[in-house]
């Protein structure tokens, strides 16, 4: 069984940073994409990455100047760090993963239909 689980800081001050970690097991690591994605309340859930088996990286451009993902293939781990946070971070953030395809390594940023497991989800609240 493939399981996903996120984990890291639920709370953090604004301007901080914070590392969020996804630990996959139940399969080969290597050969899925990990993304991770964002809901904040009460909007619909955003894309906001994603990494996958070579260690290419893919962000949305609401993403790209303040998150950084990256992997840990000895631990399973992926993680998502978020630096200069803001109160509009504030949300849900899901760690998905799915098998590896071109098609979706090439995708411009994470869909979520494409993501076939999925994490719980950790709760970061920005304060100010």
């Known amino acids: 069984e493939v399981r996903v689980v996120e984990g890291g800081w639920g709370w953090v001050q604004a301007g901080g940073w914070l590392r969020l970690t996804c630990v996959a097991s139940?399969?080969?690591?290597?050969?899925?994409?990990m993304g991770w994605f964002g809901q904040a309340p009460g909007k619909e859930g955003v894309g906001l990455g994603s990494?996958?088996?070579?260690?290419?990286?893919k962000y949305e451009d609401s993403a790209k100047e303040r998150f950084t993902i990256s992997q840990d293939n000895a631990k399973n781990t992926v993680y998502l760090q978020m630096k200069n946070v803001n109160l509009d971070d504030t949300a849900m953030y899901y760690c998905?993963?799915?098998?590896?395809?071109?098609?979706?390594?090439?995708?411009?940023?994470?869909?979520?239909?494409?993501?076939?497991?999925w994490g719980q989800g950790t709760k970061v609240t920005v304060s100010a």
């Open positions: 998905a993963a799915t098998w590896y395809s071109t098609d979706v390594a090439n995708r411009r940023g994470p869909v979520a239909t494409d993501f076939r497991y």
């Open positions: 139940g399969y080969t690591y290597s050969q899925y994409i």
């Open positions: 990494i996958d088996l070579y260690g290419r990286t």
